[in-house]
Each structure stands twice: as C-alpha cells, then as structure tokens.
C-alpha cells in the first residue's frame, strides 16, 4: 500500500485524527510513500505532493477534500505521463500498491523539501500560475542539498521513461537564451524594440504577473542610456512590438501587468501582433 503522509495542517482540514490508523500489509513501489500539505492559494487551496524516494512534487486541486484519496492516483497518473513515463509504467506505478491511506509523520528531508515546494507553489498561484503551469514548474525544479539533482530525471529513470530528454531540454533552452539574447542586443539603441514573446519566455501560455517583469528584463542592456533600474540597465524604447507569434493563450493577469510595467518605464506606446483571435480579443479588451 502506498501511505499519503499528512502535515499536521492537512489533517486538520480534512477533520482527521492526528495519527490515522494503518492496515497492515502491502508495500509501496519504487515511488514510494507520498508526504502532502496542504496550500491556502488564491484563487483556490492547492495540495502538495511528494515521493519520498524521488523528491519528485506535483500539486492538485485541494476541493473537494472529502475526495482527495480518490482523486490522488488519477492526479498521479496524470502528471506522471505528462513528465514523459510510459502509460503503462505509469499505471502500474499508480495501480501497483493498491488504494492509498492516510498516515502521519515525515523524514526531515523529505519535510524541507516539501515546504519549499510549498513556498514556491504559493507564490506562483497568487501570481496567476494555472495548476498545469504550476506542475510544470514543479517539474523543473533542481535541488542543490543534500547532492544536487533534478527529481523528474529520477522518476524518468525509475519508471523507464527518458531521462535524458531532459538534459537536452535544458541545453537546448541554453543554446535558445543566447540566440534570443544576441537578437535583442542588436536592437540596442532603436526607437522600436521588437520582441518575440514565445521565444524569449519558451511558452505558449502567458499567465502570471512576473512573466510580464521577466519579458520586460529581456530588454537590451544600454548601461549609459535610458534604463529600467535592474541588475543591468536596460534600453527603453520609444515604442514597444509584442509578437504573439506561436502564442496559444493570454489572460488578463499577464496581460494587464504587462500594459502597467511598460507605462511605468516609459515606454510610449506598446504593440501587438499575429495573436490568435481570443488573444486579439482579450488585448483589445484590456486597451
């Protein structure tokens, strides 16, 4: 069986004793047992998961919390093939302990790093991340204590997925971050600034308020001219061109604190193009 292991939080939301009781018998699969908490979120509460083996963390919709259990292994299943592990090793990863049960008590390790994803979550949910989003980020996280790490490539690895289809990722972002950064830096100086959104955030959603703080830092660096103060100065010009480009959703969060950040710099007048008819419509909306 697989033991979901409570915060002392969780338990009190769902109205459990502070030390459920256990069957006995069955053990858990190389994914071992789960430690949960759970997230005050807005615009709703979110669970945190995570493999005490792995270090590997997803998150679900906290509500109903009646259901939790239930809604647990299909959550599972579902981020586990999104990460990249085969279907069928990913059901019986999920089928192979049997219903989970509640539990109390969690490694100090394991403990860490589940507030940390907890912290992180909070943030990214408060800031306009969609759960999908969310897990996405879980996903990526690189733990540097107590050795360094990347918990998805271990799951990858465990369950017979690729593993290092991840590094190539990663390296090809790099290779991705220095060809966009040269194309900015050859606009330094230019009354028109053109930047290619998908490219330089590699999404396809735009969502949360510091994705806008991000795209707006992908600006030129100009050390001796006009400047968003920064860890580098930053050319600001006098018009801005968003190509939406490759861009499959906008929301209002984004792209509200978008239109406020380049007011706020000084940006005279801000445009976008080639963005899908619900993008256009949302933009159009918010000017």
């Given amino acids: ?80 093939v999104a990460l990249g592990v085969p279907v069928d090793r990913a059901r019986a990863a999920v089928d192979a302990p049997g219903p989970p049960h509640w539990a109390a008590g969690h490694e100090r390790g394991v403990l860490t790093q589940l507030n940390a994803c907890a912290a992180d979550v909070l943030w990214a949910s408060n800031d306009g991340l969609s759960l999908p989003s969310i897990n996405r980020r879980l996903a990526g996280r690189l733990i540097l204590k107590p050795q360094t790490g990347r918990p998805a490539e271990e799951v990858l690895k465990l369950l017979g997925g690729d593993a290092s289809r991840l590094c190539e990722e990663s390296r090809a972002k790099g290779r991705m971050w220095k060809e966009t950064f040269e194309e900015m830096q050859a606009q330094t100086g230019a009354p028109l600034v053109r930047m290619q959104v998908a490219r330089l955030l590699d999404s396809v959603r735009l969502e949360a308020r510091h994705e806008a703080e991000v795209l707006l830092l992908r600006l030129p ?20 061109v968003i190509d939406l480009e490759g861009i499959d959703a906008v929301s209002s969060v984004f792209a509200q604190a978008l239109l406020d950040q380049a007011h706020a710099i000084g940006i005279a007048r801000l445009q976008f193009v080639n963005a899908n008819t619900e993008v256009a419509k949302l933009l159009e909306q918010l000017a």
Wanted: overall charge positive; proline content about 11%.
């Fill in 1 to 80: 069986m697989a033991l979901l292991r409570c915060t002392r939080k969780l338990l009190q939301a769902m109205k459990l004793p502070a030390t459920p009781s256990l069957p006995i018998g069955g053990e858990a699969t190389g994914l071992g047992d789960w430690s949960l908490t759970i997230v005050h979120s807005r615009p709703a509460h979110l669970v945190i998961a995570i493999s005490e083996t792995t270090r590997w963390a997803f998150a679900l919709a906290a509500a109903p919390l009646a259901t939790l259990r239930e809604r647990f292994a299909p959550a599972l299943l579902q981020e586990l």
């Fill in 221 to 240: 660096t100009m050390p001796d001219s006009s400047y968003v103060p920064g860890p580098s100065p930053r050319w600001v010009p006098h018009e801005l």
